[in-house]
């Protein structure tokens, strides 16, 4: 079966900074675009980040520009996402999730779209 495993969160002080990874196992996480999800207590689901599968193409959401960096390494089966200079309204149950770039970038700022594969989050709580 198609697995994606978060993993990487934590708490946190604001102003600190985290590395989220999403591995995959049991298929070739070159043939997706991967997008990063978030979903704080009581709010809707999110999309935060995006990377293609393609050119490596990223896309971002306005409130976390400037500060998270999305990457992938294909031998390792691995997206990740640097976090830095990390605020409280970050805090958020974080999901990676697996399909084509055009949806990927259609989820960042709003609720996501249809994806192929999810994994089950990894929690970052940003609290002094």
């Known amino acids: 079966q198609v697995q994606l495993v978060e993993s990487g969160g934590g708490l946190v002080q604001p102003g600190g900074s985290l590395r989220l990874s999403c591995a995959a196992s049991?298929?070739?996480?070159?043939?997706?675009?991967i997008g990063w999800f978030r979903q704080a207590p009581g709010k809707e689901r999110e999309g935060v980040s995006g990377?293609?599968?393609?050119?490596?193409?990223?896309v971002y959401a306005d409130s976390v520009k400037g500060r998270f960096t999305i990457s992938r390494d294909n031998a390792n089966n691995t997206v990740y996402l640097q976090m830095n200079s990390l605020k409280p309204e970050d805090t958020a149950l974080y999901y990676c999730?697996?399909?084509?770039?055009?949806?990927?970038?259609?989820?960042?700022?709003?609720?996501?779209?249809?994806?192929?594969?999810w994994g089950k989050g990894t929690l970052v709580t940003v609290s002094s």
């Open positions: 990377i293609s599968n393609s050119d490596a193409s990223t």
């Open positions: 049991r298929f070739t996480l070159d043939r997706y675009a």
């Open positions: 999730a697996a399909g084509p770039f055009e949806l990927v970038v259609a989820s960042i700022n709003k609720s996501p779209y249809y994806m192929d594969y």
